[in-house]
């Protein structure tokens, strides 16, 4: 019941090859088991986006393995692994990565849609996850008729939408205001209360308090893990998770 929903092992991923090499991440091993937000911090170019792409079978380790629901994604076919990315995996990027010719709505019910749920069906779950973010008021509107914020509310209702058990968000909240990138954090958390494993990489302390664990990223290694125990919670409580709803 409780088995990690994502196991990362050893994985490691270099770029290139010979003299040109890069070592984006060096065996970095971590699971993440459902009810949990596990924050990724570290400086730019230290591997986080890398971590999350390949937790979400966008791009394969070099090395280690990566399993999703206890099924190494290795041994899935490339259909199967995008069936698995599609049921199970909820990704807002770091840069919205909007469908341009689909409105607001039709982007977040695309990955229902896919999944077989009816259009109408999907229609109303979109409905509800625009919502949720504030954003009724722009639904039929298209990618490039949103501000960067605009698009960012919609790139969370679409990688929230559907109760995916494996949430993979890259800095989702940059281009939003406080207030509002504290309320989509409280979404994220709120998914993973009812049971979701979350990766939520974030440059901000306060973000990172509404994590159960914050892992530090240095040089493509895992610097530092803390858990965000009661005692941390307490001084995290001004920062965030002592607020949420
Ligand atoms: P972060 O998200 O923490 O800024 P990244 O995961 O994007 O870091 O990058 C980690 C390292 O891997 C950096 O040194 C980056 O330049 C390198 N890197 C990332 N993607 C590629 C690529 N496609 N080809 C070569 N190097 C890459
Ligand atoms: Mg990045």
């Known amino acids: 019941m409780n088995e990690p929903i994502l196991t990362m092992q050893q994985v490691g991923r270099v770029?290139?090859?010979?003299?040109?090499?890069?070592?984006?991440?060096?065996?970095?091993?971590?699971?993440?088991?459902?009810?949990?937000l596990v924050a990724v911090t570290g400086r730019s170019g230290s591997g986080k986006s890398t971590l999350l792409n390949i937790a979400g079978g966008l791009d394969r380790p070099?090395?280690?393995?990566v399993a999703v629901d206890g099924v190494d994604l290795a041994r899935h076919s490339t259909t199967q692994l995008a069936e698995v990315r599609r049921r199970r995996i909820g990704v807002v990027f770091q840069h919205g990565n909007l469908l341009p010719t689909l409105s607001a709505i039709e982007n977040i019910a695309l990955p229902l849609e896919l999944d077989g749920v009816s259009p109408k069906q999907a229609k109303q779950a979109a409905v509800e996850a625009l919502e949720s973010v504030g954003g009724a008021a722009f639904a039929e509107r298209f990618p490039d008729e949103l501000s960067g914020g605009e698009q960012q509310r919609v790139a969370i209702a679409r990688g929230l939408i559907g109760d995916r058990g494996l949430l993979l968000a890259?800095?989702?909240?940059?281009?939003?205001?406080?207030?509002?990138?504290?309320r989509?954090?409280?979404?994220?958390?709120?998914?993973?209360?009812r049971g979701a494993a979350a990766l939520l990489v974030t440059h901000d302390p306060a973000q990172a308090a509404w994590a159960d664990r914050v892992v530090?990223?240095?040089?493509?290694?895992?610097?530092?893990?803390?858990?965000?125990?009661?005692?941390?919670?307490s001084s995290a409580t001004v920062a965030g998770r002592g607020d949420r709803p």
């Open 216 to 233: 530090r990223l240095r040089d493509g290694v895992i610097g530092s893990v803390v858990e965000n125990t009661a005692t941390v919670e």
């Open 62 to 65: 070099t090395s280690g393995s």
């Open 15 to 36: 770029h290139g090859d010979g003299h040109t090499a890069v070592t984006a991440l060096a065996e970095v091993s971590l699971e993440v088991r459902p009810g949990e």
């Open 170 to 182: 890259d800095e989702p909240t940059g281009a939003l205001d406080e207030v509002t990138g504290e």
């Open 184 to 193: 989509m954090l409280a979404l994220l958390r709120a998914a993973c209360d």
